[in-house]
């Protein structure tokens, strides 16, 4: 079998990898990725708004925006692979999906959830 041949008899492209210290800032992220259940922490009504308000604001449009912006102008952030300069980047799935379990699922149920996620993600994409 050739380089850049499947098995299948298709091509077989491997994505550019990334830095040790840019795959070790994408586990650190992960280890980290489970702060957002600190949202619990704060009372129902928070400055004036509901807490899901602050929740939506702060792990939903902020993160929209940054990718919205970053995606216009074409850069990478630091850690984030490059086959991400023209999608959405993991970190913002990944705070979307975190947001929506909170919105959705009780907290006895999300932060088993989110807290499973930040230590299985990286395990499976290895």
């Known amino acids: 079998m050739e380089t850049g041949e499947s098995m ?23 280890l980290v990725s489970g702060i957002v259940v600190i949202y619990y922490l704060f009372p129902e009504r928070f400055f004036f708004f509901p807490r899901q308000f602050w929740l939506v604001i702060c792990l939903g449009l902020i993160p929209m925006f940054m990718e919205y912006l970053r995606l216009k102008k074409g850069v990478l ?10 999608t959405v980047g993991a970190y913002a799935w990944s ?24 230590f299985a993600d990286p395990i499976i994409s290895e």
Do not use: C
């Open 77 to 86: 952030f630091l850690g984030q692979r490059p086959h991400e300069q023209k």
């Open 8 to 30: 299948a008899g298709g091509s077989q492209y491997a994505l550019p990898r990334l830095s040790l210290k840019d795959h070790m800032f994408r586990r650190g992220i992960h």
């Open 95 to 118: 705070l979307w999906g975190s947001t929506a379990i909170m919105l959705i699922l009780p907290q006895n149920v999300a932060v088993p959830v989110i807290l499973i996620y930040q």
